[in-house]
């Protein structure tokens, strides 16, 4: 995988620098690595420690991708091992962890390693593990160079497809007393969204990303008990009636009022373009890159042009933008990865191959030969 | 064999294929009536041939081709075309000479755009000719329009080829 020397350059800059270097730094996901784990045959991943924009067909594992990430973050801050939270956001039958390995005839084994910096997470596991205990865990100068306060104030997210805000009521608590087969990533997006604002006013950068998505959501949002509330002009509109794409407005004020996104926090976000009007994409984007230029790193799935050509049209010379194309490769058979930072350069773009081909049926239709 | 130039760009037309630059000292009525650059005799069809060429070395040179593209996908020259295709049917409609079904084709020799960005133009232009026979016409003025580019136009009309001068045409 091609890395622009000027990426390599800042991904790297934080690296080594010992116990002085700030959280938001240190926190920055720097390698993910994959063997015959799910979708992948091998993968070798340096993002960006600015924004990551995922594309390929479906089936080609950006999801699978950014979940492992998550799993590691927070197997880093939290203390589950890393195992344990990979089964509860992969959900393999049965909890049979072996499941999570590539499926070929015979034994086989899967390797799942993330990288921050010096510091690693690593699991590795066979196809005939029954749980995740049986997987061999190792990591790697997590406890030395984070320390505990640096770990606690770092705040990492994953909001996935599904909406989940208007759902909130009664589910924490289901989740946490019932096995109930649900991803924990719809658990963990409400936890939180749940967190309390942070205390005093807030800064200066906040406050403009605040602003801006109140401007777009003509509103702000509140949380009362276990429900969540638009409050506007017109009084206290409750999520079940708030359209869909709207709400994911609501959940990202959420996020960055209550601290949740800032320096040093990484944000994974699932097909953002889901039930949200492209009207509304420039604002989205531009309050994404306001995000990372503050030092939060960006991981987004996609399947929509215009998410990726607004990022293409919005970043500036100083934002730091990789696109990762994944796409199944025609000799090996194999999922793999092309990354650039320019947009034209996006090969295979299986989302202009898409307009393409629409294109080409256009064509066809003016020259009036499409019969 | 007839060859057509318009800046850089270069289409030749092989017998039996006939053509003409329509905008030239020719037309006559240029102080008040806006021309397609070519016109293009095809067996079955005729073609309006308006020719916008952002990556022509010379536009390049001086920056106007970053421009002329955000100004094409916003839309603002979608008028222009428009009243070129109209005043260009005009004055071939007074000189007897519409008989075949015609198609605009717009050429924007643009390695900025992408196919997404051409089917936006396309549509747009679509609206504004308008094409087909809407309520209650009875018979076409524009039978349809494509925005494409020299790839695009050399698939779509493999024996016309599009060229461009300063690559050795």
């Known amino acids: 995988m091609a890395l622009p020397d000027a990426l390599k350059r800042a991904a790297c800059s934080d690296i080594g620098k010992g116990e002085g270097v700030a959280a938001a730094t240190l926190n920055r996901v720097t390698r993910i690595k994959l063997k015959q784990f799910t979708a992948f045959e091998t993968l070798d991943l340096t993002p960006s420690p600015g924004v990551n924009v995922f594309l390929g067909t479906n089936g080609t594992g950006k999801t699978h991708l950014m979940k492992v990430a998550y799993a590691a973050c927070d197997a880093r801050a939290t203390g589950v091992p890393f195992p344990e939270k990979l089964a509860r956001l992969f959900l393999p039958s049965g909890r049979n962890f072996g499941r999570l390995v590539k499926r070929r005839p015979g034994r086989s084994k899967a390797v799942a390693e993330v990288e921050w910096g010096n510091a690693r997470v690593r699991a590795s596991f066979s196809s005939q593990a029954r749980s995740p205990a049986s997987a061999t865990v190792s990591a790697r100068k997590v406890r030395k160079l984070v320390t505990p306060a640096a770990v606690a104030t770092s705040q990492f997210v994953y909001i996935p497809v599904k909406e989940m805000l208007a759902n909130a009521p009664g589910f924490r608590s289901l989740y946490s007393s019932r096995d109930i087969h649900f991803e924990e990533v719809y658990s963990d997006i409400l936890d939180r969204a749940f967190l309390p604002p942070y205390r005093g006013a807030p800064d200066r950068t906040r406050r403009r990303l605040l602003d801006a998505l109140r401007k777009v959501l003509e509103g702000r949002v509140q949380s009362k008990g276990e429900e969540f509330f638009l409050v506007n002009r017109q009084g206290k509109l409750e999520f079940t009636l708030l359209a869909e794409g709207l709400r994911k407005l609501g959940l990202l004020w959420l996020l960055i009022q209550n601290g949740t996104l800032a320096e040093g926090s990484i944000l994974f976000w699932d097909e953002p373009e889901t039930n949200l009007n492209p009207k509304l994409f420039p604002a989205l984007i531009e309050i994404l890159l306001e995000l990372q230029r503050e030092g939060v790193q960006i991981f987004v799935a996609t399947h929509d042009y215009l998410i990726l050509k607004q990022f293409d049209l919005q970043a500036g010379k100083a934002d730091r933008l990789l696109f990762h194309a994944l796409f199944m490769d025609s000799d090996s058979g194999n999922v793999a990865c092309s990354s650039t930072n320019s947009y034209v350069d996006i090969a295979p773009n299986a989302i202009a191959e898409a307009f393409s081909d629409v294109y080409d049926r256009e064509i066809r239709r003016s020259l009036g030969t499409h019969q | ?169």
């Open chain 2, 1 to 169: 064999m007839i060859t057509l130039e318009e800046g850089d760009l270069r289409l030749d037309l092989p017998d039996p294929v006939t053509g003409r630059k329509f905008d030239d000292a020719a037309h006559g009525l240029s102080h008040c009536m806006s021309a397609v650059d070519w016109i293009v005799e095809l067996a079955t069809k005729t073609c309006f041939v308006e020719v916008k060429d952002p990556d022509n070395p010379a536009a390049k040179r001086h920056g106007q081709s970053r421009e002329f593209v955000d100004g094409f996908l916003s839309g603002e020259l979608d008028k222009n075309l428009r009243t070129k295709f109209r005043d260009t049917f005009l004055y071939e409609w007074a000189c007897d000479r519409v008989g075949k079904p015609i198609l605009y084709v717009v050429i924007v020799a643009s390695s900025a755009m992408d196919d997404a960005q051409r089917i936006t133009r396309m549509d747009s232009l679509r609206r504004e000719l308008p094409v087909g026979t809407p309520d209650p016409w009875k018979r076409p003025v524009a039978k349809d329009c494509m925005v494409v580019g020299v790839e695009t136009w050399n698939k779509s009309f493999p024996e016309l080829r599009l060229s461009r001068l300063s690559e050795g045409a």
